[in-house]
């Protein structure tokens, strides 16, 4: 579920956050907020990112986010960062995910090869074709996807884009 997605919270029993007021009268909307959730909204901060990071995945460099495993919670939070206002959370968010192998990291990146922002649909084809980052994935991606990847190799309208998405077609190619 994204972040405040129409729920409302009332204080008290769990962790809350104001989100933006509604209506003329100012009223606001509380939306209950994990931990983790908290977490991802701090990806946003440079000086934050590293214990974030760790507190997410259990690790900053390569090597160690090779060998994550992410709990429900995290995967559910990162998830929820990829459809974040804020492109930096949605681009953090996915590279956190680009190291999971679990089904459900993969699919919830698919919607970003759509994204606005070069940057963050530059990531999305690296988090779908990139073996390396997580080595227990069978690196299987739906046809779909795989046209949609072709799609953009050939007509993003950002170089690098088109670019890393032949790049990842060829890696595709070879691993099938």
Do not use: Y
Not at 61 to 88: C, F, I, W
């Amino acid at each position: 579920m994204p972040f405040g997605a129409g729920v409302i919270w009332h204080p008290g029993s769990e962790s809350h956050r104001e989100l933006p007021g509604v209506g003329s009268g100012g009223f606001h909307r509380l939306a209950p907020v994990t931990p983790e959730q908290e977490l991802v909204e701090r990806l946003a901060s440079k000086r934050d990112r590293v214990e974030v990071m760790r507190s997410l995945v259990g690790g900053v460099k390569a090597t160690e986010l090779r060998s994550v495993h992410l709990t429900d919670a995290a995967l559910d939070a990162l998830s929820g960062g990829l459809e974040h206002s804020n492109p930096q959370i949605r681009w953090w968010s996915i590279q956190l995910l680009d190291h999971c192998a679990d089904l459900r990291a993969i699919e919830a990146i698919v919607p970003l090869l759509d994204d606005p922002v070069a940057r963050v649909r530059r990531n999305a084809v690296h988090a779908l074709s990139c073996a390396a980052c997580k080595p227990d994935w069978s690196g299987h991606l739906a046809d779909g996807v795989i046209a949609r990847i072709a799609l953009m190799a050939e007509a993003d309208p950002n170089t690098k884009v088109r670019t890393d998405a032949a790049l990842a077609l060829s890696c595709h190619t070879k691993s099938s």
